[in-house]
């Protein structure tokens, strides 16, 4: 999947791609701290890529790297673990452009 | 090596999109809201500055009156040029352009000072550095978009 957006910013930055492990209901849950792919739970069109912040009685929160540049757990709340669809499981950066 | 031949093969691959994204952004940006207001600063600064005393007193109600307005309007307009000015600082810019401008932060900080000392006092030099600091603020902002847009004010 290719990332759009600074929200993640400066672990992923726009163009960067990722390698997504898919994840169903019988998976076994990433780890606190990894970076996972989910349903926007108020876009359910949109696929987010945020942080895994924590997990409680089948709802998780996610988080940015970048706060200024995200919308996540601190403005939804805790969503539902169902919202999980994947874990990032390799990154391929965008080489960063000379003088940039 | 290995590792950035396998990264171009994957950036090859079509992908799907993945948002990192911030909600709600319409995307539409410009320094020339800030400028307009900027200016409108300036200009009242300069009018409350040319108010002469009412030559009788038949007129010191009226004299307060337009005192009281342009102080209104001026600090009313510096208000406005800030929160155009936090907007660009806040939503358009990115972590990204820190690299470009390691200033940024910076410039942007003072110009919101600069805001609150318009405000505050009636200063005509305080509102001639605000309008500075809004021109070097459109000069980064085109610069970010890869433009040189012409600072041309209205006054």
């Given at each position: ?100 | ?26 995307g539409v940006y410009d320094p020339a809201s800030a400028r307009v207001?900027a200016e ?44 155009e000015l936090?907007i660009l600082?806040?939503?358009y810019f990115?972590?990204?352009h820190?690299?470009t401008f ?5 410039t ?23 309008l500075a600091a809004v021109e070097k603020i459109h000069g980064m902002f085109w610069q970010s978009k890869g433009r040189s847009d012409a600072w041309v004010t209205a006054?």
């Amino acid at each position: 999947m290719q990332v759009k957006g600074y929200s993640m910013w400066p672990t992923l930055k726009p163009k960067d791609r990722v390698i997504v492990r898919p994840l169903n209901q019988h998976s076994e849950l990433p780890a606190i701290g990894s970076i996972i792919v989910c349903i926007h739970p108020q876009q359910p069109s949109l696929r987010v890529i945020k942080r895994l912040s924590s997990v409680a009685d089948n709802q998780i929160t996610i988080l940015g790297d970048c706060p200024d540049a995200s919308t996540d757990s601190r403005q939804w709340g805790s969503i539902s673990q169902s919202c999980l669809i994947g874990e990032v499981v390799a990154l391929a950066s965008t080489p960063l452009k000379q003088g940039s | 090596m290995l590792r950035s031949a396998l990264s171009a093969i994957v950036r090859s691959l079509p992908a799907s999109t993945v948002e990192a994204h911030c909600d709600g952004p319409c995307g539409v940006y410009d320094p020339a809201s800030a400028r307009v207001h900027a200016e409108a600063v300036l200009a009242m600064t300069k009018k409350l500055k040319a108010l002469e005393a009412p030559a009788s007193a038949g007129d010191h109600h009226a004299a307060l009156n337009t005192f009281a307005r342009f102080v209104a309007v001026k600090e009313d307009e510096a208000q406005k040029t800030k929160k155009e000015l936090l907007i660009l600082w806040t939503d358009y810019f990115k972590p990204e352009h820190l690299a470009t401008f390691p200033d940024l932060h910076d410039t942007f900080w003072k110009a919101a000072k600069l805001c609150s000392a318009c405000k505050v006092h009636i200063d005509q030099g305080k509102a001639e550095e605000l309008l500075a600091a809004v021109e070097k603020i459109h000069g980064m902002f085109w610069q970010s978009k890869g433009r040189s847009d012409a600072w041309v004010t209205a006054s």
